[in-house]
């Protein structure tokens, strides 16, 4: 069984976001790099279903300029994934061309019974790349996945999160993408042993462009970053408790007319 | 003239605000505005598109239609693009409308822009804002090489105005040839709330660690009712087991814009500010006067919650007649 989990490298939740002087970036020196947390779901899951099923293989893939990325998938072979398939491209490059990549790759490597995911980047929040895979590839997808177990051969039962608390309860048929939501599993941290290992472990390198990626498959592009705006200092409500609600509920009411 | 199609969802014969806020902005591009609604009984809602200014109004009514099921959706939309030939198609952000329109964007050669917060079409050619990074900054997105710009739109970020009640028009309907379906809904559990999603709501009222334990959150139930508000709540609270990660509010739980959000005994990490930075009306309640919140806040409350936010249900009560 050929298991795929596709991950995203991000920068860390700390880190403070400087734009470059093209303004159509950000400024990458001292960032500090990690998986996006959603895709540690996907790479634990991916992980389980190998060890419950002998034979099976992990691989994991990215897609992002080589010299970064890299880091992102030592850590998930460092997890489990058997072997890591690196996907160089640009900065920026849009879902469209993400997607196109990884089931270029995907297909080259001979097929996934299974292919795991995020269900977004916490980047550029775009929740695409996962059903765009699925569409390149033919295969049926569900997205935000918080429960996953397999039913039969190539059959699963999982849950999906959706509006209100409520959850769908849904049977796939493989070949198909599962894009992972928190909830999924408790992601394992990466073993002293495992981090020896994962050194080992093969990193195969390919290059976007020679995946047929072409340059009008960037579909979206972004332009124009800018910071927040300042924002005004806050107001605070003095006096005792009473006349601090007072306060507060006629300034919602006057002032920002929010009521 | 080239078409925008709105992807209009509805929930108890209403359609939703996030879907009224698209008609709306479809309409002022000046472009042919086509609206499409899936489910039984939405023939009924073909006027009140009308109204908010679809111009042509298209049903799926099959009951087959009244659960999303992405096979389905997918093949009644790509029939629908194929007919009508959109050059712009918008959906709010919802679960639907992520699952759905990347991956008819990919059918289609075409890119999605996801999770907008501003709205730009000029001869036909949209420009969006979009936070990224967690809206530490924001970008102005656009399309090439794109035969269907696809953009999917937080809720509550477009202007409403009221609905032209003399438009009408009739509801053309459509039906397709089921897919041999790899995808079947088994079930759906019902979350406990019936209130507006938090990504949907108006007002939400949040909760942190401050609140002690799992049973205070009445306090927070209670003000939210009075509001009309959805109750959402810190990372903390929720890994405690107190609530349910459907509230969680933040980078690795909803992504929220509501008019107005109170948050109550949380202390504001990144983390959190990520995800309800985009609020118009902060207000934070807190016993420290250091903790972060109130940086983000528009009006901060340094003091004891307990005894805070009963006042505060009261004082709304009477302010708004409840
Ligand atoms: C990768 C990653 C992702 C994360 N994602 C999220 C996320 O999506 N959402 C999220 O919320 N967090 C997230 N976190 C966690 C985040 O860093 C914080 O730990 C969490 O938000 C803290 O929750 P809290 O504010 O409820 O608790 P605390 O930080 O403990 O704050 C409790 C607050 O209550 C106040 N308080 C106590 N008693 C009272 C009282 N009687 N009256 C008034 N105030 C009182 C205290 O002064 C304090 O400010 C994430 C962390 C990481 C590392």
């Known amino acids: ?259 | 003239m080239s078409t925008i199609l709105v992807f209009v969802e509805h929930q108890k014969n209403q359609i939703k605000r996030s879907s009224v806020e698209l008609l709306q902005a479809a309409q002022k591009s000046g472009l042919k505005t086509c609206a499409v609604l899936f489910g039984t009984g939405v023939e009924n809602l073909a006027n009140s598109a009308a109204q908010n200014g679809a111009q042509e109004v298209h049903t799926f009514k099959s009951a087959d239609f009244d659960q999303y099921n992405p096979e389905m959706f997918l093949a009644a939309m790509s029939d629908l693009l194929e007919k009508i030939k959109p050059s712009i198609v918008l959906s709010s952000a919802s679960s639907l409308g992520k699952d759905l329109f990347p991956r008819l964007a990919a059918r289609f050669q075409s890119g999605v822009a996801s999770d907008c917060t501003e709205l730009k079409i000029e001869n036909g050619k949209v420009t969006a804002k979009k936070p990224l990074y967690s809206g530490k900054c924001f970008a102005e997105t656009s399309f090439e090489n794109s035969p269907i710009q696809f953009v999917l739109m937080r809720a509550n970020q477009l202007p409403v105005s009221a609905a032209n009640p003399s438009a009408t028009t009739s509801a053309i309907d459509h039906t397709i040839n089921k897919p041999d379906l790899k995808t079947i809904i088994q079930n759906v559990v019902k979350g406990a709330s019936e209130k507006l999603d938090l990504t949907e709501a108006n007002v939400i009222v949040s909760g942190g660690r401050g609140l002690k334990e799992a049973g205070n959150f009445k306090l927070l139930n209670d003000l939210a009712d009075v509001l009309g508000a959805t109750v959402g709540a810190s990372r903390a609270v929720v890994d405690a087991g107190w609530v349910s990660h459907g509230m969680q509010v933040g980078q690795t739980g909803k992504t929220v814009a509501p008019t107005l959000y109170i948050a109550v005994g949380l202390s504001g990490a990144i983390q959190h500010l990520a995800g309800m930075s985009g609020s118009k009306v902060i207000v934070a309640i807190n016993n420290d006067p250091q903790a972060p919140i109130f940086q983000k806040a528009t009006y901060g409350i340094v003091g004891d919650l307990f005894e805070v936010v009963p006042k505060l249900t009261e004082e709304f009560k009477k302010v708004l007649n409840k």
């Open chain 1, 1 to 259: 069984m050929k298991i795929f989990v596709c991950l995203k490298q991000v920068p860390d939740t700390e880190t403070k976001i400087k734009i470059a002087a093209d303004q159509r970036s950000i400024d990458t020196a001292g960032i500090k790099w990690v998986i996006n947390p959603y895709d540690e779901f996907a790479v634990e899951e991916a992980v389980k279903m190998k060890e419950a099923n002998p034979g099976a293989q992990v691989f994991a893939i990215t897609v992002g300029p080589k010299a970064r990325v890299a880091d992102s998938l030592r850590t998930a072979l460092a997890m489990g994934a058997d072997e890591g398939i690196l996907i160089n491209s640009a900065e920026n490059i849009d879902t469209f061309s993400t997607a196109k990549a990884l089931a270029a790759a995907i297909t080259q490597e001979g097929g996934a019974q299974i292919i795991f995911t995020g269900k977004v980047a916490i980047d550029d929040n775009s929740s695409a790349v996962s059903q765009m895979l699925a569409e390149f590839l033919k295969i049926p997808h569900v997205t935000v996945v918080s429960k996953f177990s397999k039913t039969a051969d190539s059959q699963f039962t999982v849950e999906r999160d959706v509006e209100g608390g409520s959850k769908e309860v849904i049977q796939i048929n493989g070949p198909c993408v599962i894009a992972a939501n928190k909830g999924l599993n408790m992601p394992r941290y990466a073993s002293l042993p495992g981090i020896m290992k994962a050194k080992k472990k093969v990193l195969k390198e390919l290059e976007a462009s020679s995946l047929g990626v072409l340059a009008t498959d960037q579909k979206v592009v972004l332009n124009s970053y800018t910071l927040p705006a300042d924002k005004a200092p806050v107001k605070m409500l003095s006096g005792d408790a009473s006349s601090q609600v007072t306060q507060l509920v006629q300034s919602l009411r006057d002032e920002a007319k929010v009521l």
